[in-house]
């Protein structure tokens, strides 16, 4: 197993947040191998030691390992000389590294009018029609396939915004869901994440039929985290 320098080694094996540790242990791993911390066909540090590095539970570890196994980014090896290896060659990637700055400026907005989207709609008395529309957004992206999810979960986000009742918002996120989507389609969806954006889901739309605009800004706020998280990992 190589080890990285400490300076990067601190950085990057740091606690993970609680809220979204799924999510921000997938992408530290990811980090660990785009930044070739642990080169390909090297071993990553143990289920063990990742989970103390990262203040995670070891099942969130293997959780995010199996997740980008199936992904193509590393190997599991049973017997006495296996453990986690960087997939050799690593898949494909974006066209390069997204500038952090760009990257900050487009997630950062996202921040502001999605949750204020969000608290704007849960401010208002929604109509029987408007709370139908949401209700049924909501039911087709749980069920939503794999290769429907994204574009799904896209028009939910955007029936959100639209029932904020503020004309001028909506094609402000419609762009910057545009520029989202399109980072999100370079790696692929996993899993695990889908089961938690479908729980946050459930929090952002209950809290908006039920007239509470604190804690729907609140559940948008903690679902897009995971999402940046990702994003952030996979792209920068």
């Given at each position: 197993m190589t080890h990285p320098p400490h300076d990067l080694g601190r950085t990057v094996y740091r606690p993970v947040r609680g809220g979204n540790a799924l999510e921000d242990t997938v992408a530290r791993l990811v980090q660990t191998v785009r930044l070739g911390l642990v080169a390909p066909g090297e071993s990553l540090p143990s289920e063990r030691e990742l989970a103390e590095r990262?203040?995670?539970?070891?099942?969130?570890?293997?959780?995010?390992?199996g997740e980008l196994a199936d992904a193509g980014y590393v190997v599991r090896r049973r017997g006495r000389y296996g453990g986690t290896?960087?997939?050799?060659?690593?898949p494909p990637s974006a066209d390069g590294p997204v500038d952090a700055a760009e990257l900050d400026d487009v997630l950062g907005l996202r921040r502001v009018l999605e949750a204020g989207a969000a608290r704007a709609a849960a401010s208002r008395m929604l109509t029987d029609a408007a709370r139908a529309t949401l209700e049924d957004r909501h039911a087709a992206t749980a069920a939503a396939s794999a290769g429907d999810y994204r574009r799904l979960d896209s028009l939910l986000h955007l029936t959100i915004a639209e029932l904020a009742g503020i004309p001028s918002l909506l094609p402000l996120v419609v762009e910057n869901r545009a520029r989202v989507n399109a980072w999100l389609d370079t790696f692929p969806l996993l899993p695990r994440n889908i089961e938690h954006s479908d729980a946050q889901h459930d929090r952002i739309v209950a809290s908006i039929l039920t007239g509470r605009p604190d804690a729907a800004e609140a559940a948008v706020l903690d679902h897009l985290a995971g999402s940046e998280a990702l994003l952030r990992g996979f792209l920068a």
């Open positions: 990262y203040a995670v539970s070891r099942d969130t570890v293997r959780q995010a390992i290896f960087v997939a050799d060659p690593l």
